[in-house]
């Protein structure tokens, strides 16, 4: 499963997506009619966008088509609703959720994922849908009106609304990041907080934006970007970049540049303890922690749609070319003549273009399967240590299904670490390291295996 997640991050760290690729299908809508941003799920890819229908207006249209294929499920258009745009959408939990906009009065939609049937339907005030997809959130769905209309949460299941949060509370951004129960909005240069069950303002701080009194910016930025392992955000407004430890609430660094597209600036990416942003068409990776450039490539036009990544891989497009990058090098490992907003799951590239089309790449077919070759491992997977009780050393054996960081770590009865055998990138398989225990105090420890959201323990016993 793949859409913008709660953290805006752009990074599929369970997908194994890997290069080349070629075109696996492609379909054309309607061109002139640009594709907002697609949700991936299983084998369903949602879509919106405007297109014709068969009472010759252009309307808002969803579809949902079969992701391996393009063959069509279904799609509703909102003709009958005299509706003007419509948002990026949504999924979570069988339901779909999108905006549609008319006027300065607008509607927030649910609907069955499956079938597209209108699950419920409300009003809201919102300045245009130009935004993010609306954000799902622990049984609540979060919305977006805009500059001066704030943020609203509903009920997934009434769609009964919970919380306005509105201009006086400070609110009016393009979105929102939710993280523990925490929302965080940025727009001109003010990053705030929001307990996401109550509604009440937490804190709020100002970027080194606002002290630059010869910028003459104006307008809003991108969505907050949240580092959890770090406890990082990122704002990007227009010519600047910012990092604020959410634990001290101070900046760590900041970096100006010419980061703003089409009136808003494309999301950075993080990749390890390198968050990644376009600067005017150069893409450079800088260190989390410190700011400090790692890399940078040039592509070939200015990157204007929000980055992507997987398994090791950074995608950045224009309107028209793709660049993959590899993250730990910095070099550029594959293009293609397409660009859009980007989704990557299913080990695929999925690219929506301006001009109404979505292509999907995928890695070209092999020639032959070899039945001695071991079959990768579906999930992740931690087992019993060998031999076990153990004097003083033993092994311990994972499975990764995904190429990514993976930490294994002995704790002890009190619950303190007390060793790290592993903290690092590991590729798919099977995998086996090594712990001596020797030092320890006999008895019963646990081994802890960590890799995303995945955490999995044994329990060891030594003996001395």
Sequence with gaps: ??????????????????????VRWHIRYQLGFPLDQLSVVGNRLYMT???????????????????????GIWHRYWQAYECDEISGIAYDNGRVYFEVFYGNLS?????NAESGEPLWVDLFPMQFAD????????GRVLGFGGYYCGVFSWDVATGRKQHYFGLSQGIDEFTVAVHQDTIYSFVAGLIRAHDVNTGEKLWSVSTLILKDAESGLSGMGTAPVIDTVRHILYAVWQ?????????????????????NSLDRAVNPTIYEDKVIISDSGIVKAYNCYSGEE??????????????????????????GKTTAIDAERGEIVWECDVGGNLSIANNCLYIATIDGEVYVYGSPPTDFEDPDEPALPEGYALFQNQPNPFNPSTEISFSVPVSGRVRIEIVNSLGQVVAMVADRRFSVGTHMVNWDGSGCASGVYLCRMTAGTFIETKKMVLVM
């Design 1 to 22: 499963m793949f859409q913008y997640n709660l953290l805006h991050t752009g990074y599929n760290d369970r997908d194994s997506i890997t290069v080349p690729l070629e």
């Design 49 to 71: 966008s405007e297109e014709t229908h068969p009472y010759q207006e252009p309307d808002p249209v969803v579809r949902c088509v079969d992701a391996t294929t393009g063959r």
């Design 107 to 111: 509607t927030f939609w649910t609907c």
């Design 131 to 138: 935004y993010f997809s609306p954000v799902p959130y622990k």
């Design 239 to 259: 010519g600047h970049f910012d990092a604020l430890d959410l634990t001290t609430r101070t900046f760590l660094w900041h970096r100006p540049g010419k980061y």
């Design 294 to 319: 790692q890399w940078r490539v040039a592509c070939d036009s200015a990157v204007t749609y929000h980055m992507a990544g997987a398994n090791g891989l950074i995608f950045a497009s224009s309107d």
